[in-house]
């Protein structure tokens, strides 16, 4: 089960808003949305290559999402500099 269309943004939101936080990125609300959710893939995706699986909970999304998303502000800032 997963959070459907309407959670999955307001996670993402909120991942890619904590992760620019964290990272003292300066993006913006739309930004933020994107950086959770396509952070939240990227993630899921690299912990299905080692084997592991989030749960479709939304904490365990957040916390994927949050990781993902500070995995992009970081690569996109390696490739700007």
């Given at each position: ?11 993402g ?18 930004a ?22 989030a ?27």
């Amino acid at each position: 089960m997963g959070l459907g269309f309407l959670g999955s943004i307001f996670v993402g939101g909120l991942a890619g808003w904590i992760a620019s936080m964290i990272m003292k990125a300066d993006t913006g609300i739309l930004a933020n949305i994107i950086l959770g959710i396509v952070g939240a893939i990227v993630a899921n995706f690299l912990l299905g290559v080692v084997g592991i699986s989030a749960s479709g909970w939304w904490v365990s999304q957040l916390v994927v999402g949050l990781l993902g998303a500070c995995i992009l502000i970081g690569v996109g800032r390696a490739v700007r500099n």
